[in-house]
């Protein structure tokens, strides 16, 4: 059974940092893609980051202007999405997710695995 299991979400001020992590199993994490997302409510799922299977290769949202980073280390589990100079714009429900094919990796459709989320909320 496939199961993605985010963690590390919460409350922090405006300018804080935070790290998600996100565990995996029921899969082969070391040869998919893997990918963080957000929502929040009435909007539609936007693309934060996204790292290759092998961890060499990331991609970021152009709004986060360097403040986050993903990363992947095939000799450990989970994935990790490092938040820095949090604003409260960023607020969401954070997901996890996993693709196979490394393509077009901001399109929430090409992922095959998701995990079930957890909140972020940045506040004074």
């Known amino acids: 059974q496939v199961q993605l299991v985010e963690s590390g979400g919460g409350l922090v001020q405006p300018g804080g940092s935070l790290r998600l992590s996100c565990a995996t199993s029921?899969?082969?994490?070391?040869?998919?893609?893997m990918a963080w997302f957000r929502q929040t409510p009435g909007k539609e799922r936007e693309f934060v980051a996204a790292?290759?299977?092998?961890?060499?290769?990331?991609y970021y949202a152009d709004y986060l202007k360097g403040r986050f980073t993903i990363s992947k280390d095939n000799t450990r589990n989970p994935v990790s999405l490092q938040m820095n100079s949090l604003k409260a714009e960023d607020t969401a429900v954070y997901y996890c997710?996993?693709?196979?094919?490394?393509?077009?990796?901001?399109?929430?459709?090409?992922?095959?695995?998701w995990g079930q989320g957890t909140q972020v909320t940045v506040s004074s």
């Open positions: 997710a996993a693709r196979r094919i490394w393509d077009d990796p901001m399109n929430p459709d090409g992922y095959d695995y």
């Open positions: 029921g899969f082969t994490f070391s040869l998919y893609a």
């Open positions: 790292v290759s299977w092998s961890g060499g290769n990331r």
